[in-house]
């Protein structure tokens, strides 16, 4: 938890750094007006990354790091290293176009694909017990792509206004047709390693650096859709490259959200056979809209409390099945099957003050 803190409070102060460093160079008006246009894009990956973590939240520490790690260490590697790049490509001969393209479709894939996924891979090894499958996984690596996303937003926006140029343009790009740009990008490292930890033992060894190799190809296929359209057919390159692979990425979290409901279910399994669930319990638990379903239901019947203890069981259920997963997998740790143990009491106290209440 410390140490959560202080990654947090380090990174911060490196956003915040960069943002003292614009309102210097560029001006605090446009600093501000910037600052206030990104909330637009901030909100929509917020509500986004809630959407995905639904079945098991992650620790708030762990995503305050993960989403500083974005805004601060992240972007300012990024802007260092790809800013020395593009002046070394300049005093190689290229002329700016050429090192302007090449900066963008070669150099800024590799740079910001690294320093963003250094700060999974930092989660996944600290946190490696809460990351329990992809979706974990995925909403890790979102949320340090939201918060390099937005700061480099703020850069994008204050940059439109000091150049003169169409900041209303600037916007429609960045934050109506492409927010969740970066998040698609380190979303392949955050797969990979969640995938990686379900799977138990070192796989992530060999599964982090192809995801982080899916996440340049990317990010470079992406920019140089791009960096073509800006000839005039960015319009069809949008329809045709970007439109489809933000459409496969969407197809891809919802089918790995119902993948979680079946590894709930499969967890429980041996409790069901127990006796200590039913077959019925299961059938809820395992989807999220059936989960949502049975709390109206009980709100309807018996009121606000029994909607309150029935969350309280399904919250539990949850816990247990993925501690269950945990164990089997080998990354309990030494007090796994003792955690599983207090677990399947909590749950099974919560089972009994739903058929208390609800009588079901």
Known sequence: MRGAVVGAVVGGVLALGVVVFLSATIGAGAVAVAALLALVPLAGLLLAIRWVDRWEPEPRAALAFAFAWGAGVAVVVSLVVNTL???????????????????????????????????????????????????DGLVYAATVATGFAIVEDV?????????????????????????????????????????????GGMTWVWAAPLGWVGAVLLHALWNGAAVLGEGGGFLVLYVFVQVPLFVAAVLVVVWLRRQEGLAVAEGL???????????????MLSSLS?????????????????????REFQDAATAL?????????????????????ELARAAAAARARVHEVLGV
């Open 155 to 199: 850069l994008y926006f204050a940059q439109a206004q000091a150049y003169g140029e169409s900041v209303a343009l600037v916007f429609a790009l960045r934050a109506l047709f492409s927010p969740f740009a970066h998040l698609m990008f380190t979303a392949c490292l955050g797969l990979a390693l969640g995938w990686a930890a379900r799977r």
């Open 85 to 135: 790049a593009q002046l070394a490509l300049f005093q190689a001969g290229m002329d700016e176009l050429a090192a302007t393209g090449a900066t963008a479709v070669v150099v800024a894939p590799l740079v910001e694909e690294s320093a963003k996924g250094l700060g999974v891979l930092v989660i996944f090894l600290v946190w490696r017990k809460h990351v329990d499958g992809p979706v």
């Open 321 to 341: 099945a993925y501690q269950r997963h945990r164990v089997i997998h080998g990354r309990g740790g030494r007090t796994g099957a003792v955690d599983e143990h």
């Open 269 to 283: 399994e041996p409790y069901r056979d127990a006796g200590w669930f039913t077959p019925a319990d299961l059938v």
């Open 290 to 310: 059936r989960r949502a379903a049975a709390r109206r239901w009980a709100r309807a019947v018996r009121g606000p409390r029994a909607e309150q203890v029935l």
